[in-house]
């Protein structure tokens, strides 16, 4: 059973920066299309940028150009980064694995991203 377990989040000022963490278990980050989402409250959940078994990455227009996804193979985490952080980025971030691409079928407990102006 793969397990996901996030870490990273927290409080920053517009046009600060944070990385999130996506720590996987039970199997190792190589072997699965993995993605970052967010939901803001009172939003539906939201895709911000995914990486295929291939390292190939796309973002969603709102986040491109300030965040980046990569993997540690050797920790067999996923990370987030992100940039110029704004308002609008305030959300719980989770991290999700697919065996089949956009079948996201397992699923990290979220983190806290807040941003104030």
């Known amino acids: 059973q793969v397990g996901l377990v996030e870490s990273g989040g927290g409080s920053v000022e517009a046009g600060g920066s944070l990385t999130l963490s996506c720590t996987v278990s039970?199997?190792?980050?190589?072997?699965?299309?993995m993605g970052w989402f967010r939901q803001a409250p009172g939003k539906e959940r939201e895709e911000v940028g995914t990486?295929?078994?291939?390292?190939?990455?796309r973002y969603s227009d709102s986040v491109k150009g300030r965040f980046t996804i990569f993997r540690d193979y050797n920790r067999n985490t996923l990370y987030l980064q992100m940039t110029n952080l704004k308002p609008e980025d305030t959300a719980v971030y989770y991290c999700?694995?697919?065996?089949?691409?956009?079948?996201?079928?397992?699923w990290g407990q979220g983190t806290q991203v807040t941003v104030s102006s």
């Open positions: 990486i295929d078994r291939l390292t190939n990455a």
């Open positions: 039970g199997d190792t980050v190589r072997n699965y299309h």
């Open positions: 999700a694995a697919a065996w089949i691409a956009n079948d996201y079928r397992h």
